[in-house]
């Protein structure tokens, strides 16, 4: 008899599930997909359509008419908690769905703790809706005057944010901003040298201030004033602060890793309960933890979809194999990339020109399956 498959999000490790849905339902199955949006955004394109390399369109899927196309139902909502014990999902508009295997794709969010105001004018790096929204809003902004802009954090997401509001105020011919990224203690403290001070040049001499004065302790949307007492005026902020895993599965007293991420062994498999699954930023794989990176998102895809179909079929699961070391390419704006692998590190518009080219590569595959 056929069995209801639920996803939860319709992120990077839910693609290759999505674009075979058909064959899912094909099987007897019933798929149901809940998402907050009828689209998702490709995070990695993110900075750049902030600074206008990209349209919105470019950078995103229409989760919900390819679950529909392929006869899977879309739910556009939150699930708020988990009920694994019954099998039964809680979601933000009060309506409830059950479920024999359920896979998570939640994603990833910016902690806000350190803010201390709700306004349109603190923006957070994610969802990358929250990006176009900014987009808008500087450009109307900076049409009549410049303005004070502090990033704070200071890994690569700052970089690329400071990189591409500078090329969106230069291609536009707006009013230049003053841009200031507060790094921490360190900016880019966990790579390699040569990355590290290849973003630090790319962006000082565009004028833009990197500051390793400390940690931001109060966010406000007119300042923000680190631990040592340090205060930076602003007229906007982007918190680029790094990444938790959803808190659902802490509100849903689900086996959790250090960082709030949903237990999976090798299999992708929730360490507790079996049948559900789980890929992406959201999940804590534990025979060896992975960076919140989208690669392994991309990497999960195929194995999250064996074993779905395994788990609904009661066929065998096949193991994860995280790969070795990744390729890491940052946009830095103004169609300059640095580029990593295996001790290799690259900086230019050859950086960038390749990085283009796997995403946009990357987008045409899944955008495709919306034809
Ligand atoms: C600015 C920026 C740039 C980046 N650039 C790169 C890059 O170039 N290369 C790279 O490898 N990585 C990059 N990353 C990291 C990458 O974004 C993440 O690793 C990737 O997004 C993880 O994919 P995901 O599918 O797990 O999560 P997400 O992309 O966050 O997707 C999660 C989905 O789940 C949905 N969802 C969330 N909560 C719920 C809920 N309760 N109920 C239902 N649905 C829910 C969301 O709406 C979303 O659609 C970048 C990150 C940022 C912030």
């Known amino acids: 008899m ?3 498959l639920v996803l939860i999000g319709g992120g990077h490790a839910h693609m290759v599930t999505l674009a075979h849905m058909n064959e899912i339902v094909a099987q007897g199955h019933r798929v149901t997909v809940v998402g907050p949006s009828a689209h ?3 995070s990695g394109m993110g900075p750049g359509m902030l600074g206008g390399t990209y349209t919105p369109d470019e950078i995103r899927f229409a989760t919900q008419h390819v679950v529909e196309k392929q006869g899977g139902q879309f739910i556009c909502d939150s699930v708020t908690v988990i009920d694994a014990a019954n099998r039964r999902l809680e979601l933000a508009e009060g309506d409830a769905l059950t479920y024999d295997v359920l896979s998570v794709n939640a994603g990833s969010y910016v902690p806000r703790n350190l803010v201390a105001e709700d306004t349109e004018r603190i923006v957070s790096v994610k969802p990358i809706e929250k990006l176009m929204d900014a987009r808008q809003a500087l450009r109307l902004a900076l049409k009549t005057r410049s303005e004070k802009i502090v990033i704070v954090g200071g890994g690569p997401s700052a970089a690329e944010i400071g990189g591409n509001i500078w090329q969106l105020a230069q291609e536009e011919g707006l009013h230049t901003p003053h841009i200031t990224i507060l790094a921490g203690n360190r900016f880019m403290a966990d790579f390699p040298e040569a990355i590290r001070r290849r973003a630090m040049n790319t962006l000082t001499r565009r004028g833009i201030l990197v500051l390793e004065s400390g940690y931001a302790k109060i966010i406000r949307a007119d300042g923000v004033t680190l631990a040592d007492g340090g205060h930076h005026p ?4 982007f ?10 599965f802490a509100a849903s007293n689900l086996p959790i890793g250090p960082d709030g991420g949903l237990r999976v062994n090798a299999y992708l498999q929730c360490t507790e309960h079996p049948e559900i699954f789980g ?3 959201c999940i804590h794989y534990t025979p060896s933890p992975l960076d919140k990176v989208g690669v392994f998102a991309v990497r999960q895809n195929p194995i999250l979809f064996q074993n779905l179909l395994a788990s609904l079929n009661n066929d065998s699961l096949t193991p994860f194999d995280p790969g070795g070391s990744y390729l890491l390419i940052f946009n830095m704006g103004g169609g ?6 295996a001790g290799i590190t690259l900086g230019g518009r050859l950086a960038f020109h390749f990085k283009d080219w796997i995403d946009r590569r990357f987008m045409r595959r899944f955008q495709a399956i919306e034809h």
């Open 2 to 4: 056929g069995k209801h």
């Open 40 to 42: 998702h955004y490709y």
């Open 234 to 237: 602003a007229d906007r902020v």
């Open 239 to 248: 918190l680029a602060l790094g990444v938790r895993p959803s808190d659902l």
């Open 279 to 281: 890929g992406g930023d």
């Open 336 to 341: 300059i990339g640095i580029l990593h692998k």
